[in-house]
């Protein structure tokens, strides 16, 4: 007969609350560019081979995601690669409507 087995301490960010929903367009923006901005540091990290494919993981792979999600967040906030500002500027921008007829 088999025994069940169980996790003895919870999975990384299972408990994690959701992150709020964003009340303004800025808002949205910010977290969206946070959300490129943490991929781009995960891809630069790796998964198997370090930081940059040095070979030189530590162990602290977790410890090293809630880090970069942490430093994306914060840069995303102090204006980041500048992409929540050009979100929010086309979004807010009055766009010209073309008459399909003069539109080639």
Known sequence: MSTP??????????????APKPKTLAEAAQQFEALMIGQMLKEARG????????GEETGNGTLGAVA????????????????????VASMTRPHAVSDPQTTP
């Open 5 to 18: 087995v169980t996790l003895s301490a919870p999975l990384p960010g299972a408990d994690a609350p959701p």
């Open 47 to 54: 998964d198997a081979n370090g930081w940059l494919g040095s």
């Open 68 to 87: 970069e999600e942490q430093f994306a967040q914060a840069l995303a906030k102090s204006g980041g690669l500048g992409l929540s500002r050009q979100i």
